[in-house]
């Protein structure tokens, strides 16, 4: 029987086969190689919030301290274009590699998604890395309104339906859908006034042109301390450290009522999972140190880390909770 076996085929072919096995273990190798030795090279944490506030604030206490523990600089970047839809959309759109990273704002991650269908993102574009810091919100008022206690507030405001008017960061942030689900409670009348971030707010709530406002200590916790503005609750289960004589809303009559701001590191979908683990291990490390927590209280930011999967069960949990508060608001985007 005559063989078909050409030798010099064969030798051609098997070189072909064997060099084209040799690139993918040699590209399988230099990726691992990559993970292993994460990071090689500078960190960038995208805020999609202008300077000042909470958001911002965390993000540089984090990125302060994690740059000691990684031995790479992390670089802070303000994004604060587009209500903060441009930071997210950049970052989902990121190389999934562990150098990007979004510094995510709780009501924007959970809220957003109920308010515009056509963002430039969607959650799962977006991979839990670790929960780092939380805030628990202060309904302050300026000294003009005649309350000294949130139970005469309220009786104020019932009293003067839609003549007061109240300051939020922006349509769709968590003092925005905070203060209506405070509303909506009490069955009281606010207009409410969006602005730009914490930073334009504040301003015209201590000139008196807004008067109230329920926001993140790190806004107005100095202004209470000062007298510039009333403390009236703390909406949180324990009275803050820094304004330790503002009570509790349980203690001020109004059991129930909690609110709390929390912030997230983030990595773009798609980023290796030995990535994300060593980046949400070395956060856990970083916001241990002395120096974090010293840094976080005097800004009126509480420390809370969780680890990827329980900030993925809690971003779950609250974006069913304030779709529910959303819709019955009718709150929508800018």
Known sequence: MKSNFNQASFK??????LMAAC????????????????????????????????????ARI????????????????????????????????????????LTSYSAYHVGYPHMNPKLPWAQKDLTPVALVTVATNVIAVHPSIQANTLPEFIAYVKKNPGKLSYASQGNGSLSHMGTEMFKQRNGISMVHIPYRGSGAAITDVLSGQV??????????MGHIQAGKLKGLAVAGPTRH????????????????FELEAWVGIFAPAGTPPDVVAKLSGAIKQAMETPETKSRAQTAGIEIRYKDAAALDAQVKQETEFWGKVIASSKITMD
């Open 211 to 220: 008067q109230v406002f329920i926001t993140t200590p790190p806004s107005v």
């Open 62 to 101: 984090v990125s302060d301290a994690l740059a000691k523990v990684l031995a790479q600089p992390v670089v802070v970047t303000n994004q604060p274009g587009g209500s903060g839809n441009v930071a997210y959309g950049n970052v989902a759109k990121a190389a999934p590699d562990g150098y990007t990273l």
């Open 23 to 58: 690139a993918a273990f040699a590209g399988l190798h230099s990726a691992a190689h990559a993970q292993a030795s994460f990071p090689n090279k500078p960190i960038t944490l995208i805020v999609p919030n202008p300077p000042g506030g909470l958001v911002d604030g965390s």
């Open 12 to 17: 051609r072919n098997f070189t072909i086969v």
């Open 241 to 256: 450290s820094g304004i330790p004589h503002v009570p509790t809303t349980a203690e001020a009559g109004l059991k129930g």
